[in-house]
């Protein structure tokens, strides 16, 4: 059995025990066996390992968890995000234009686009990405897209409820049928999550429920897009079914707020639905960012994510939305940090990432900086070093 240990870290970010949220510990060390962490601890004290990472003094966290992306797609829409810049709103109806592209592309070709961006965002730290179907729309393009999203990452969603294809544009309710009957049963294999875009001009409430019991019923766990482009009763439907996560949240009442809160576990360990914040949403479509203070002060678990789609987010960059979120929505830097990773992990309902503990993933990301706040401090500026995956360095 070869061993690995990291060793001479300046700033060691557990997510677990030690100083503050983070769980920091000061010239530490990690021991790595068989892609899990076995022991963490004084760099002076490590243990003897077949192998040694020299982190050189500098800082090292968990790998990002990206608990929000939709990778499958064919084409770009640059050009509707110039006529954004240049003042045209954001109605969420360019997706149809992404759809025709994705049905129209090879298995290749998708595939060539979902490898490409999860190497982008690897490169960039995250170890961990959630992958949603959504652009095929038909029963074989949504169970395609899904088999191809299968192949980069065990953290697939089934989202066939993305908007009502042109086809059904007179006819939604059919459209539900198809999405809860053969669609559903077409992606089961391949999905671990089911999700539906509940919004004006996608889906009301009433179908996403239908949508989401349905999901639920085949054994899939439960997400929502809820809140995003005005208020709406997305949220607390998402609480209402015991979704993981709730993702957006830009246009939040209190009876959303305190609906979040209520899923608060007993131990003081934060909600059991989380609400995932996808700041570059709003810095792609100029919008105003979702109110993180009043989230994190009433208690809800937060995470960040990056929202990676063709539309209206066109980034892999954890570190960026870290960023943003400090920057524009008032969180510390180390609550950016914690909702990027373990809270993250939350939002997908894992234990075993996010967090640099004794049997966790050996997930982690050395920065070319000494210290996780230079994440925040230095926006723009690529800080990833080295990134381990499993233990190894891809
Ligand atoms: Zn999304």
Redo the contacts with the bound molecule.
């Keep these: 059995m070869s061993s690995l240990l990291v060793d001479n870290i300046g700033e060691l970010v557990t997510n677990g025990a030690g100083e503050g949220p983070l769980g920091i510990r000061r010239n530490a060390a990690v021991l790595v066996e068989e892609g899990r962490v076995v022991w963490v601890g004084p760099s002076a004290y490590a243990p003897a390992a077949d192998r040694r990472l020299d982190a050189g003094g500098a800082a090292v966290l968990p790998g990002f968890v990206d608990s ?3 990778l499958v797609f064919a084409g770009d829409r640059a050009a509707e995000f110039a006529a954004r810049m240049a003042g045209q709103p954001y109605t969420g109806g360019g997706i149809r234009t992404t759809v025709g592209a994705t049905r129209a592309a090879t298995d290749n070709e998708l595939r060539a686009t979902v490898r490409r961006l999860r190497g982008e965002a690897l490169r960039q730290g995250t170890t961990t990405m959630e992958i ?1 179907s ?1 652009y095929g729309l038909t029963v074989a393009d949504e169970a395609r897209s899904l088999r191809i999203a299968a192949e980069s990452s065990t953290e697939t969603t089934f ?1 066939g409820a993305h908007v009502v294809p042109a086809e059904y544009a007179d006819r939604p309710d059919d459209y539900v049928s198809l999405v809860c009957g053969p669609m559903l049963a077409a992606a089961t294999p391949y999905a671990k999550w089911v ?1 539906v ?1 509940c919004e004006r001009g996608a889906f009301d409430v009433d179908h996403a429920r239908a949508i989401l019991a349905c999901g639920q019923a085949a054994g899939l766990g439960v997400r929502i ?1 809820a809140n995003q482009l005005g208020p709406g009763a997305g949220v607390r439907l998402g609480v209402e079914l015991d979704a993981a996560s709730v ?2 949240c830009t246009h939040l009442s209190d009876a959303d707020v305190d609906a979040l809160a209520g899923t608060a576990h007993s131990d003081g360990s934060g909600t059991r639905t989380v609400a995932t914040l ?1 700041p570059g ?1 709003e810095f792609s479509t100029r919008s105003p960012y979702p109110d993180a203070r009043r989230l994190l002060d009433a208690g809800v678990t937060v995470a960040l994510a990056t ?1 990676c ?1 063709p539309g ?2 066109y980034t892999s960059s954890m570190p960026f939305c870290v960023a943003l979120a400090v920057r524009e929505m008032r969180m510390t830097p180390a609550e950016a940090v914690w909702a990027a990773t373990a809270g993250g992990a939350r939002a997908l309902r894992r234990d075993d990432i996010g967090v640099l503990i004794p049997g966790a993933r050996a997930d982690l990301v050395v920065l070319d900086a000494p210290s996780y706040l230079h994440l925040a401090y230095r926006p723009g500026v690529p800080l990833i070093r080295q990134v381990m995956r499993n233990g190894v360095t891809p």
Excluded: I, M, P, T
């Design positions: 929000h992306a939709h949603k959504g989202l999700d875009f897009h993702d957006h996808l949403a929202d789609n209206s987010s």
